[in-house]
């Protein structure tokens, strides 16, 4: 079993920038893809990045390209979203998850195996 615990979320103003942070114990190593989702309200989760398993490899979405970038610590078991230029649009609950099975990008939600529990971004306008 793998725990996934975010943390970095807030309350930032338009234009600011806030970095999530996403820590895993339990069956931990660098033997995981990991991504991060976001759900706004009303809305289906989306994947905002993703990156494979030795973080040579990453993803982004059209909608935050440029402006967000993934990363990953192994030694410290931990992904990172740094975000900047946050837009109104940003706000969300944002989910970090992980893949045993697979080691490169994935980009859709069902072949992720542990998700953390989301922290909030709300970016004012």
């Known amino acids: 079993q793998v725990q996934l615990v975010e943390s970095g979320g807030g309350l930032v103003q338009a234009g600011g920038s806030l970095r999530l942070s996403c820590a895993a114990s339990g069956r931990t190593g660098s033997s995981y893809a990991m991504g991060w989702f976001r759900q706004a309200p009303g809305k289906e989760r989306e994947v905002v990045a993703a990156i494979g398993r030795s973080g040579g490899s990453t993803y982004y979405a059209d909608s935050v390209k440029g402006r967000f970038t993934i990363s990953r610590d192994n030694a410290k078991n931990t992904v990172y979203l740094q975000m900047n230029s946050l837009k109104p649009e940003d706000t969300a609950v944002y989910y970090c998850?992980?893949?045993?099975?697979?080691?490169?990008?994935?980009?859709?939600?069902?072949?992720?195996?542990?998700w953390g529990q989301g922290t909030q971004v709300t970016v004012s306008s």
């Open positions: 998850a992980a893949s045993w099975k697979y080691t490169g990008i994935i980009v859709t939600a069902a072949p992720y195996d542990y």
